[in-house]
């Protein structure tokens, strides 16, 4: 039989309190309706989950022999699921291809020169690729060189080596 304390309540506590995180997201942007921070919303929600499961875990296990243990086990998995919800919930804000289902929904049949065109409420892929290469040249990973976007340091260079790798490892293709 399986006893429920030390590391495996902590990993059930972190699994079963995850729905905190959504909820705490959402309340905050629906509160906080002002403040176009959706990210740092989806940052807060996480962290009040990970600071409710300390408690609660804390409350259900106490000061144990185990105690490093089942803070490896929730926070590692406290981390699992808020990196997913993370990357769901940016894939829904800033996905291309969902973005472009969404407006041939609402738009009807499109050809490609409105999709291109119509893209983002109507602000087109140009807008898009700027806000794009803007977001990575405020990191500091390219600049402009005349005409040409070239990599503006070592660090965006081997980032550029690491994606490729991880691409090659996966067997990933060359898109985004």
């Not at 705490?24 to 921070?37: P, T």
């Not at 259900?60 to 808020?82: D, K, P, Q, V």
Request: with cysteine; hydrophobic share 50%.
């Amino acid at each position: 039989m399986i006893e429920l304390k030390g590391p495996f309540l902590s990993f059930l506590l972190a699994v079963f309190m995850f729905p905190l995180a959504p909820l705490v997201h959402v309340a905050l942007m629906r509160f906080f309706k002002h403040k176009q921070q959706p990210f740092g919303f989806l940052v807060g929600g996480c962290t009040v989950y990970g600071f409710i499961w300390l408690g609660a875990n804390l409350f259900a296990n106490g000061f144990s022999a185990t105690f490093w243990e089942e803070m490896i086990a929730g926070f590692s998995t406290i981390l699992f699921f808020s990196l997913g919800y993370g990357e769901v919930f940016s894939m829904v804000c800033r996905g291309f291809s969902l973005r472009i289902l969404i407006d041939t929904y609402l738009k009807g049949p499109l050809t490609l020169d409105q999709v291109s065109s119509n893209y983002g409420d109507g602000r087109g892929v140009d807008w898009m690729m700027k806000k794009r290469i803007s977001n990575i040249e405020t990191l500091g990973l390219v600049k402009w060189a005349g005409p040409w976007l070239v990599a503006a340091s070592n660090r965006a260079l081997l980032f550029g080596k690491f994606g490729l790798w991880f691409k090659r490892i996966f067997k990933l293709g060359p898109g985004g």
